[in-house]
């Protein structure tokens, strides 16, 4: 008997987990285990464990060993079998107990262990005894979840907006949900039991039931009340039990549509207030996106509709149409915000964004409205001066090297720094001349940085770097539409951006003569007229030219105006070429050293035999050419020491200096321009390396030496 409830238990059981729906309330075994069960030992009496079940109305004791392992169980039942059988209660429980029970895990689902047929289960995780379950426990938790299933399935029902009537083959009412009650104005208790038929035969259920076919959306009367109905058969798995109507009220919709009849006609009057606004007016979402835009803006940027109409702001600038984005962020602040825009078309707009919140105070749109400010000329032009000005800083800031420290051990390169001092303190003219690569350009910034007009930017122009037909717009900038090509918003020039600092201007003597004489005024009246233009401009700059070549010749030959050149050179400043100061060359190397290996990230140096090849070189190319062959010598050698300047070689004959000495200056001392390089060499390399050990074998000299050099000039060794 006991086997067919079993099996009949596990047929229903099967039913039920196969429903995914039961499943989703199933009750793990965690939920209602005994958790720290009482155990016993594999040493306890079969006597320990009849007295465990009776004092504390157990079924079961798990049995365990000494590492916690469940490793068999005794039941009430096998405890008072073997009373019966042997009268032995002091019998070893091992002897007694079922071994390798049946276990299960706190996860497992409480259906699974319907299908063992077993009255008390241990309960083992991670391989520990954290409980046990029995089978009476096991059947009500399994009724509990049913229970809580109908429960939910019940309040689903009961709880749905749509009326619900189900009925039995032959076609009597089973159950009506609240919704139809509601819907159909009656109670459960009047309609329970009753024929379908007799009190809503429009709804036809009985020939669903009987011909299987299910109808959708059938529109049905009903006391003075309009409903949509779902009818379809109800089975229970292949079995036809009956039919069910789902159906719904449509009667407000009727109060829906009148809501969108005044919604449209509200749209239609604000359709009109927006199309008869003076002022541009475009609608966008909280992402930027234009909804609507009004024939005012067309008018006033005369950008059309259909280029705007859904798309973002973020993408009209992308495309160009509008120049600068909204700030919508702040916008969706819930507080206005007015910019400036510029279009395509070259407008200038005023925008002025307002948010528009629904009833929860969120921002749902905004309203741009848009206003022409083209007419205000005065305040463009100004901001336009002042966008110009900061682009040429920020082109020049790209180009512009900063001067490194000027090197200067010979007397002449002293006398030269001295006058550069005194110079940069007062405004005048000054012209610097020098052959091409001794460094003009750092002097002409080290007068401007030691002046009284420090702050603010050098401006510099190359006269031979720019084509003759564009310097004269680039010197003095050019009105709008000044010439074919010009840009629609004119251009301020060089002299109008120097106004209050320092103009460079290289290579001056390259400079048209059509130009000079426009530069010559410049200088006489501080006043400049834009390409183009009528009015005068006036200025407060200060010159420096720079220039390679002859000027008085260029004047004798007419190549180059004479006022002009008195003007340029009130103060001239001649700039003397490396083979002049060639005691600075190994202070040079050491900079130019320095510098590459920053640049490069080597760890270089020159060896003395070098040094002295180029102490014997004249450098036609100067300071520029010293920088180039080191720069190339530090780049193709393979090794840390460079030990020889197989380029410079090749130079120097080709250049025919090599069977005669090298001019020296008067005033160049040879042997402290040596003694100097090779204490600064030995100085860094002590820094660098730390010990004299490692400086020597980077250097390539032993240590004694470095050691003996240290003392010579006194430098200070860690070791």
């Not at 969108?260 to 749209?267: F, V």
């Amino acid at each position: 008997m006991n086997s067919i409830i079993i099996d009949n238990l596990k047929k229903q059981v099967d039913d039920f987990y196969s429903d995914t729906g039961y499943q989703k309330m199933n009750i793990k075994v965690r939920d209602y285990m005994y958790s720290n069960p009482f155990v016993l030992k594999t040493d306890a009496r079969l006597k320990d464990a009849i007295d465990l079940i009776i004092r504390n109305s157990l079924d079961a004791v798990p049995i365990v060993d000494d590492y916690d392992n469940v490793v068999g169980i005794i039941t009430k039942t096998l405890a008072l079998r073997e009373v019966n059988r042997s009268g032995d209660i002091n019998k070893s429980v091992k002897d007694v107990m079922r071994t390798n029970p049946a276990t299960t895990t706190p996860d497992e689902d409480s259906l699974n262990l319907l299908r063992i047929p077993i009255g008390s289960i241990p309960v083992v995780e991670n391989g520990h005894l954290t409980g046990i379950v029995n089978l009476s426990d096991t059947i009500r938790a399994c009724f509990s979840s049913i229970l809580l299933l109908q429960e939910e399935l019940k309040t689903i029902i009961n709880s749905a907006y749509s009326g619900i009537i189900t009925t039995d083959n032959n076609n009597y009412i089973r159950f009506i949900n609240p919704a139809a009650e509601k819907i159909l104005n009656v109670t459960n208790k009047e309609l329970m039991g009753k024929l379908i038929a007799d009190f809503f035969p429009d709804l036809k259920m009985q020939e669903v039931t009987n011909t299987g076919k299910t109808v959708f959306s059938k529109k049905l009367f009903f006391r003075n009340r309009i409903l949509i109905a779902n009818i379809s058969q109800l089975r229970n798995k292949e079995q036809i039990i009956g039919a069910v109507a789902l159906f719904q009220d449509i009667s407000d919709l009727e109060n829906i549509s009148e809501e969108l009849k005044y919604t449209k006609e509200l749209k239609n009057e604000v359709d009109a207030i927006i199309e008869s606004s003076f002022d541009g007016i475009y609608l966008t979402n909280t992402f930027g996106k234009i909804l609507r835009v009004n024939n005012a803006f067309t008018r006033i940027t005369g950008i059309s509709k259909e280029e705007l109409i859904y798309k973002t702001i973020a993408e009209l600038v992308d495309i160009g149409i509008f120049l600068q984005p909204l700030p919508l962020d702040d916008i969706l602040k819930g507080k206005p915000v007015t910019t400036f825009q510029e279009v395509r078309t070259g407008k200038s707009i005023l925008v002025t964004s307002n948010p528009i919140f629904d009833n929860r105070n969120d921002v749902v749109r905004i309203v741009h409205n848009v206003r022409d400010i083209t007419e205000l000329n005065n305040l463009k032009d100004q901001l336009e001066k002042a966008e110009s000005l900061s682009q040429h800083y920020r082109d020049q800031l790209e180009i512009i090297k900063l001067p490194s420290k000027y090197v200067a051990k010979s007397n002449k390169s002293k006398a030269l720094i001295d006058l550069i001092m005194r110079l940069s303190k007062i405004d005048a003219t000054v012209l610097l001349l020098g052959e091409s690569g001794v460094g003009k350009d750092v002097v002409a910034e080290m007068l401007h940085e030691n002046s009284p007009r420090k702050d603010k930017l050098l401006i510099t122009v190359n006269c031979a770097a720019i084509p003759d037909n564009l310097l004269e717009s680039e010197l003095f900038g050019y009105e709008p539409g000044a010439f074919t090509g010009a840009s629609k918003k004119g251009k301020i020039g060089a002299f109008e951006l120097a106004n209050g600092s320092t103009l460079f201007l290289d290579e001056i003597g390259e400079m048209p003569l059509n130009l000079q004489s426009k530069i010559l005024r410049v200088l006489q009246k501080k006043e400049i007229t834009k390409v183009g233009g009528q009015a005068t401009i006036k200025l407060d700059v200060r010159i420096l030219a720079a220039t390679n070549r002859d000027l008085e010749a260029m004047v004798a030959d007419n190549s180059f105006r004479g006022d002009l050149y008195y003007r340029l050179s009130v103060v001239p400043v001649v700039v003397p070429p490396l083979r002049e100061r060639k005691e600075e060359i190994p202070d040079l190397v050491f900079h130019f050293v320095q510098m590459f290996n920053n640049k490069y990230g080597f760890n270089k140096h020159f060896d003395d035999r070098v040094i002295y090849e180029f102490l014997d070189y004249d450098w036609p190319g100067n300071i520029r050419e010293l920088e180039n062959v080191i720069e190339r010598c530090m780049i193709t050698s393979a090794d840390n020491i460079i030990h020889n300047a197989d380029f410079l070689s090749r130079r120097i004959k080709s250049s025919g200096n090599e069977p005669g000495p090298p001019a020296v200056p008067p005033d160049f001392n040879y042997k402290y321009a040596l003694e100097n390089f090779e204490k600064e060499m030995i100085t860094n390399a002590l820094a660098r390396f730390g010990t004299t050990r490692k400086a020597a074998a980077e250097l390539g000299i032993s240590q004694p030496t470095i050691v003996r050099k240290a003392a010579k000039y006194k430098i200070k060794m860690r070791e």
